[in-house]
């Protein structure tokens, strides 16, 4: 890490598009750092007395929970808002709910549909924004993702990541992530549902280097660290199940394909999982599954975001970070 000056200066989190290495691995290391603390009993409310909105215009298990227990474990609390409830763009404008939301809270975390919409209360609040999810993208299961893979591995560079499925939000997101550590990010998908030649100009000198798409999983596969898959058919996508159940045969985590990649090959899912779909039972339940050590690492990796966005105190964080990594593991 060469964050010597503490430069991180963004206000929100809204995807890793854009973000510099530096920044994202900085979260890391305060993910990292605050799971040691929360272990060893170290109870700091860094955030005492704030306030998190969170509005949910999609369903969620890990995301709600680990925000709320995440922001209570740091001193404050958040606020479940459905999005029925707020209504953004019926009930009221993106902005008027941002300008709304930002008079009464120290944040927000949204979890919606298009992502112009978390950018849109993004640019009108004047507190964080965090995205809990949109249909581009999922950052914050990104910073876990990596978290988890640098536990696991003691390293998150120099890795060939393997993303079988759809590219979703969570493979867009993971794409960015392996870019920003220096690993090497190979989705396995079937011709119609690969990265649209957006992604591919957004990734810009990354594609067809260190992020690339290929249909055969076995030649993806060969020599993959990790194996990765998310649902085939995400929210909000519904009415195409069927379709999607139909192109996405063959391109099943299981233990054939486990065979085909590296001895050292963990196997991760961001959940919920449908086994016998995008992944085996047997795949999931193994020996070579971090799949709850993962999802364990959303709470972990959302309060290091929280406490960075919303603390207020980056420097020093920042600087107790870095020495609490001298110290001997033991000590
Ligand atoms: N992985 C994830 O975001 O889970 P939830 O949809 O349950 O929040
Ligand atoms: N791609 C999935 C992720 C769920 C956490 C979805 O958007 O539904």
């Not at 902005?95 to 949204?110: C, K, N, Q, T």
């Not at 298009?114 to 809990?132: D, F, M, R, T, Y």
């Not at 999982?273 to 050590?293: C, K, N, Q, W």
Request: net charge negative; aromatic share 8%.
């Amino acid at each position: 890490m060469s964050n010597s000056d503490n430069s991180y200066k963004a206000k929100d989190f809204l995807s890793l598009r854009g973000m510099c290495s530096d920044d994202f691995e900085q979260l890391i290391h305060v993910a990292h750092y605050l799971k040691r603390r929360w272990r060893k009993g170290v109870h700091e409310h860094s955030l005492d007395g704030q306030q998190l909105a969170m509005v949910f215009e999609k369903p969620s298990l890990r995301t709600r929970v680990s925000f709320e227990v995440g922001m209570s474990q740091l001193g404050g609390r958040a606020m479940y808002l459905s999005g029925e409830e707020v209504g953004i763009g019926k009930r009221e404008t993106v902005e008027d709910v941002a300008r709304v939301l930002s008079r009464y809270v120290d944040g927000i975390m949204i979890r919606t549909f298009a992502h112009e919409v978390v950018e849109g209360l993004a640019a009108a609040a004047s507190v964080p924004v965090i995205n809990g999810l949109s249909d581009a993208y999922h950052p914050c299961q990104a910073l876990a993702d990596m978290l988890t893979i640098d536990e696991h591995f003691s390293t998150m560079r120099g890795l060939k990541v393997v993303f079988i499925g759809d590219a979703n939000n969570v493979a867009r997101s993971l794409a960015w992530a392996c870019h920003l550590v220096g690993s090497t990010f190979v989705l396995a998908c079937p011709q119609d549902y690969a990265f649209a030649a957006a992604d591919r100009e957004d990734f810009a000198e990354a594609w067809g280097s260190s992020i690339s798409q290929v249909h055969d999983p076995r030649t993806a596969v060969e020599g993959a660290h990790v194996l990765y898959t998310d649902v085939w058919t995400s929210m909000g996508q519904e009415e195409e199940r069927d379709r999607r159940l139909q192109a996405f045969q063959g391109y099943q985590i299981n233990a054939t394909m486990l065979e085909w990649a590296d001895p050292s090959c963990k196997i991760m899912h961001c959940l919920p999982a449908h086994r016998g779909e995008e992944i085996t039972a047997d795949a999931l339940e193994g020996a070579s599954s971090i799949v709850f050590d993962q999802a364990e690492n959303r709470l972990h990796a959302q309060k290091a975001v929280m406490r960075v966005l919303m603390g207020g105190d980056r420097e020093r964080l920042f600087a107790a970070v870095a020495a609490d990594m001298q110290r001997p593991v033991n000590a």
